[in-house]
């Protein structure tokens, strides 16, 4: 298999078990209530910009 077709599938499988686990974050935070945080980091060239909510 070539490098790249390897590259491509796990960056998919990333993709995907990403949506999968904030779908599974989502339907119990549904179920249980209760207050809900997240956050990021958006990288633009050597420059994070970080945000969230507390």
């Not at 390897?6 to 998919?12: A, D, G, P, S, V």
């Not at 207050?35 to 060239?45: F, P, T």
Request: net charge negative.
């Amino acid at each position: 298999m070539e490098i790249a077709v390897l590259t491509f599938l796990l960056i998919i499988a990333a993709f995907f078990l990403i949506t999968v686990g904030m779908l599974l974050l989502f339907l119990h935070s549904l179920r249980e209530g209760g207050k809900v945080e997240g956050g990021g980091v958006l990288v633009i060239g050597p420059f994070p910009i970080v945000f969230g909510t507390n």
